[in-house]
């Protein structure tokens, strides 16, 4: 059997009609309804405590300790690689531990531990041991996705499945919006002197923490998929392996659709782990230059620069739920594959367009449309990848295919660091020392030089997407198929 033949079913073989006229959610019971819930609330969290980081990453390390005459913006390119890295060990991690002993059970813990990691990172004293807590968070981080994603696909009905995932995806810009909002009210209390600039950063990672924490003690409710339990039960007596690697991966039928889906992947975590979120960054800059040009004192500039960075993040998530439904919408009426080239070739052209044109605050809507792009590839991540696994490894295969490439993707921020202070090195080295205002600027045009240079990264993705299998329309692979069924 070739490793296409899981896909060459037709739709009518117990597949998800997805010609349906009638709405995905009309097809959900009450109990449908609390899976998708708890399922879409942790990954919702997930995501506001990954913000959280993103947005408050440059005043956390500019306060900790750091070797000296160290580039914060390096920096926050290497504590998020590390963090990312811990998001790509969770993935491998809880991925497999789902599959063995359960969805629910699993997702539970993978909560439990970014919400308290991201609150101790509040209490970090030195840019090591905060990169040590966010490497923690991520191995809570990345294994939520994985089993959220194969709790719902082995829960609801087939009918319902391609839009569920779709808006869990979506709904996960919530998260990033929320963490926009808690950005604009430090700037708030900045202003009012009620928190000092240099401390708002610890009370953003402590209400980082309380909404998942609390989530937990709900999520006790949840049982496991039946289609689970009677799959674990059956191979119990068969010895068919759960969460095993050597399945997945070994020479038999799943380990072409798990490399094609981990390339998949990769091209989207890059882009926008990479790139798409150090929007904040320029935004940022943009900002404290044109107050700095007016004479504005540091406590301002403090406050407008965290005030636009939330307004960034909460522009840049709405564009990208919009896109996340978009995606979900075109993909069930053309195919996954035409729906995943639409938005590389989108992510690529918005991406250039961003970190190339952006200069002042009216044009940031840029921001939206690269977000529409870039996360509409998250929404095909969540929908596509479990239709690529049996139920006994859809978990793993999940979590292998979203996160195992984050070890590579994790090079992303470490590249454009690294890209960025090379070429503003470059950009100063003719520039007298005294002049700071100049220097600032050719590193700021370094850093957009670097950013243009690292979306090419989409292209990749463009390539990917002629290899893999079109899975619309056809059923959930089972071991048990057979070719031409």
């Known amino acids: 059997m070739s490793s296409s033949d899981a896909y060459s079913s037709p739709a009518g073989s117990g597949g998800p009609a997805e010609s349906t006229p009638t709405s995905w959610w009309q097809h959900l019971t009450s109990y449908h309804w609390f899976v998708f819930s708890m399922a879409a609330l942790a990954w919702l969290f997930d995501c506001f405590d990954q913000q959280i980081f993103i947005l408050f990453r440059d005043s956390a390390l500019s306060q900790l300790k750091l070797p000296e005459g160290a580039n914060v913006k390096a920096y926050g390119g290497y504590a998020t690689s590390i963090f990312v890295a811990g998001w790509a060990t969770g993935g491998l991690i809880f991925g497999s531990v789902g599959d063995r002993?359960?969805?629910?059970?699993t997702l539970t813990i993978t909560v439990l531990l970014y919400s308290l990691f991201t609150g101790l990172s509040a209490l970090a004293v030195s840019w090591v041991d905060f990169a040590i807590y966010r490497f923690i968070t991520g191995l809570g981080v990345g294994g939520v996705f994985g089993l959220a994603v194969a709790l719902i696909a082995d829960t609801l009905p087939d009918k319902a499945r391609p839009g569920a995932l779709g808006m869990l995806q979506a709904l996960s810009a919530l998260g990033n919006i929320s963490a926009g909002l808690v950005s604009m009210l430090m700037a708030n209390l900045i202003t009012n002197k009620v928190v000092a600039p240099e401390g708002a950063w610890r009370y953003a990672f402590l209400i980082g923490a309380i909404p998942a924490f609390l989530c937990v003690f709900i999520q006790f409710r949840l049982k496991e998929p039946?289609?689970?339990?009677?799959?674990?039960?059956?191979g119990k007596l068969s010895g068919v392996k759960f969460g095993s690697y050597a399945e997945l991966l070994g020479a038999g039928r799943w380990r072409r659709p798990a490399l094609l889906g981990m390339m998949l992947s990769i091209t989207g975590v890059v882009g926008l782990w990479g790139i798409g979120f150090f929007s904040p960054e320029l935004v940022s800059e943009v900002i404290k230059t044109s107050l700095k040009a007016k004479g504005v004192g540091e406590t301002e500039i403090a406050s407008q620069a965290a005030f636009y960075r939330g307004l960034n993040g909460i522009i840049q998530n709405a564009g990208a739920f919009?896109?996340?439904l978009a995606f979900s919408f075109l993909t069930q009426r053309t195919s996954?594959?035409?729906?995943?080239?639409?938005?590389?070739?989108?992510?690529?052209?918005?991406?250039?367009?961003?970190?190339?044109?952006?200069?002042?605050m009216d044009k940031m809507w840029m921001s939206a449309v690269m977000g529409f792009f870039q996360l509409a590839l998250f929404a095909g991540f969540a929908i596509y990848l479990p239709e690529l696994f049996p139920t006994r490894l859809r978990s793993t295969g999940t979590s292998f295919c979203y996160n195992v490439g984050r070890f590579l993707a994790a090079t992303g921020p470490f590249t454009l660091g690294k890209l960025q202070q090379m070429l503003g090195e470059k950009a100063v080295a003719g520039i007298a020392k005294e002049d700071v205002v100049a220097q600032a600027a050719a590193r700021l045009e370094a850093f957009r030089e670097a950013a243009q240079w690292m979306s090419l990264i989409f292209v990749l993705g463009l390539v990917v997407v002629y290899f893999i299998p079109e899975t619309q329309g056809k059923p959930m692979p089972e071991d048990s198929d057979t070719p031409g069924q």
């Open 226 to 234: 039946e289609k689970w339990v009677k799959a674990r039960a059956a």
């Open 322 to 324: 919009a896109g996340m």
């Open 336 to 360: 996954r594959r035409f729906a995943f080239m639409i938005a590389f070739i989108g992510a690529l052209a918005s991406t250039v367009m961003f970190f190339r044109m952006f200069d002042s």
């Open 101 to 105: 002993i359960g969805r629910a059970k």
